[in-house]
């Protein structure tokens, strides 16, 4: 069985992930995927220099991820267009590593952490979507004091997403990773169990 593990930015869906995986699931990560696929030599990054400039190369030809960011979070249509050369590289890898996980271990769990999920429309991939959820004005606050953002900037960010309500709403397991971390455990534990992992 897989499940997309999705939410917001800065709900915690890092920290979810990872109770999942101690709890014995396999977890993929798009985050990281998207990493690899824009290191240096790969194919990927070489369309983005060409699409955005060397401007957002670093010296030692890796991507500057803040510039390129600031691009695209600032303009919908470069948005799109990095989306055009990242999203197609990232679906290959994620599905060659879930075809793998069914074949090496059928009997656990395969968790893919895709903090796009619902706006790429790849709830067709799994069984069930799993949303970390936590209000909005606690998503914004929490971006704010993570990535150390003006709140125009993090409200910018909340904006290129689909609304944190309206995932929740589409979600086939909700957690709320509004309280405790023991509270965010006792959801996962009673989901384990719902789903007959336990």
Same mark, same amino acid.
């Given at each position: 069985m897989n499940i997309g593990l999705t939410g917001g930015?800065?709900?915690?869906?890092?920290?979810? #992930?990872?109770?999942? #995986?101690?709890?014995?699931?396999?977890?993929?990560?798009l985050d990281?995927?998207?990493r690899e696929i824009v290191?240096?030599?790969?194919?990927?990054?070489?369309a983005i220099a060409r699409e955005f400039g060397q401007a957002v190369l670093q010296p030692d030809g890796t991507l500057d991820r803040k510039k390129l960011g600031s691009i695209v979070f600032a303009d919908t249509d470069?948005?799109?267009?990095?989306?055009?050369?990242?999203?197609?590289?990232?679906r290959a890898v994620m599905k060659e590593r879930m075809q793998a996980y069914e074949s090496e271990f059928p009997e656990r769990l395969t968790v893919?952490?895709?903090?796009?999920?619902y706006e790429s429309q790849l709830t067709s991939y799994f069984s069930k979507v799993m949303v970390v959820y936590v209000p909005r004005e606690e998503q914004l606050r929490?971006?704010?004091?993570?990535d150390k953002l003006s709140a125009a900037e993090a409200e910018r960010r909340l904006a290129a997403q689909m609304d944190i309500e309206e995932k929740k709403r589409? #979600?086939?397991y909700v957690i709320d990773n509004g309280g405790s971390l023991e509270d965010?455990?006792?959801?996962?534990?009673?989901?384990w169990r719902e789903m007959g992992l336990a």
């Open positions: 930015i800065a709900t915690g869906k890092s920290t979810v #992930a990872s109770l999942l #995986a101690r709890r014995g699931a396999l977890l993929i990560d990281r995927i998207a290191e240096p030599g790969q194919p990927s990054l070489e470069r948005r799109k267009a990095l989306e055009r050369i990242t999203h197609p590289a990232i893919v952490d895709v903090p796009l999920l929490r971006l704010i004091e993570r589409l #979600a086939d965010t455990e006792r959801q996962i534990e009673r989901l």
